[in-house]
């Protein structure tokens, strides 16, 4: 079982940078991929980026290329968003997720979610 909890969410305006943060319960959490996704209100839930368990792959979506990066540290059981150049359209609920094996961009094969944090972005 694994456990996650996301922090670091917030008002920031467009331009500006926020750092969200995932702490992850369990100890096998090195052996699971991790990954950020976002909802915002009316739309889909939407892939945001991912990490391999050893932290060496990573995925991100067209819309966030650039802009965001994502990393782990396996020793403190906890994985980053760097999110830079924010813009209004990045305003969402993101949720942090891991599952065993390799990363996937699809939210369905993720066994594990958290609760979500708030980032908006004003214009």
């Known amino acids: 079982q694994v456990q996650l909890v996301e922090s670091g969410g917030g008002l920031v305006q467009a331009g500006g940078s926020l750092r969200l943060s995932c702490a992850a319960s369990?100890?096998?959490?090195?052996?699971?991929?991790m990954g950020w996704f976002r909802q915002a209100p009316g739309k889909e839930r939407e892939f945001v980026a991912a990490?391999?368990?050893?932290?060496?792959?990573?995925s991100y979506a067209d819309s966030v290329k650039g802009r965001f990066t994502i990393s782990r540290d396996n020793a403190k059981n906890s994985v980053l968003l760097q999110m830079n150049s924010l813009k209004p359209e990045d305003t969402a609920v993101y949720y942090c997720?891991?599952?065993?094996?390799?990363?996937?961009?699809?939210?369905?094969?993720?066994?594990?979610w958290g609760q979500g944090t708030q980032v908006s972005v004003s214009s």
């Open positions: 997720v891991s599952k065993r094996g390799g990363t996937s961009r699809a939210a369905g094969p993720y066994d594990y």
């Open positions: 369990g100890r096998t959490f090195g052996s699971y991929a």
């Open positions: 990490i391999s368990w050893d932290g060496v792959g990573t």
